[in-house]
């Protein structure tokens, strides 16, 4: 049985770190090791024994995020691995699927990652970074959704 799980993630506004946290949570409570880190701050993910990657969707994934797949890919290679996206500024993310960004499509297909999902987004009053002068601010984030998404993994790892 798989039980030590990494949730890695790049955040710029503590958004998509909030969601990493959610994720850890559901997977310790089905009796996993849960660990949410900056993706930045990971020195080696051969510890873990499957591993779920999050970047903010602006067009693209957050840099960390982007970096961590390519300095980790190896190992990423070899274990159950999934991908998720967040900071979509609408409800559309509740209402129906979003593909991955090509970045992420290719990240996907060259780590032979299981899934990829793409969660609402949060941007604050006061966030740092160009959405944030657009007007768009509002919490798009389902958390039973992403509550969801995790329980699939954790029966994922355990069956």
């Given amino acids: 049985m798989l039980t030590n799980v990494l949730v890695s993630y ?22 996993l090791t849960g660990d949410a880190l900056p993706a930045r701050s990971v020195p080696n993910a051969a510890p873990y024994d499957a591993v779920v990657v999050g970047g903010l969707y602006a067009g ?9 797949a390519r300095r980790h890919g190896k190992v990423l290679a070899e274990r159950p691995l999934w991908f998720l996206s967040s900071g979509l500024l609408a409800p559309s993310a509740s209402e129906r699927d979003i ?61």
């Fill in 10 to 31: 790049g955040t710029t506004n503590g958004s998509t770190a909030e969601i990493a946290e959610v994720i850890a949570e559901v997977l310790r409570k089905d009796g």
């Fill in 60 to 68: 693209r994934w957050h840099r960390d995020a982007r970096r961590f």
């Fill in 99 to 159: 593909p991955p960004v090509p970045g992420v499509k290719k990240a996907m297909v060259r780590l032979d990652a299981r899934e990829h999902v793409t969660f609402g987004g949060c941007l604050r009053e006061g966030a740092k970074g160009w959405v944030a002068g657009n007007g768009k601010c509002g919490d798009f984030r389902d958390f039973d959704q992403i509550k969801a998404w995790a329980a699939w993994i954790g029966q994922e790892l355990t069956s």
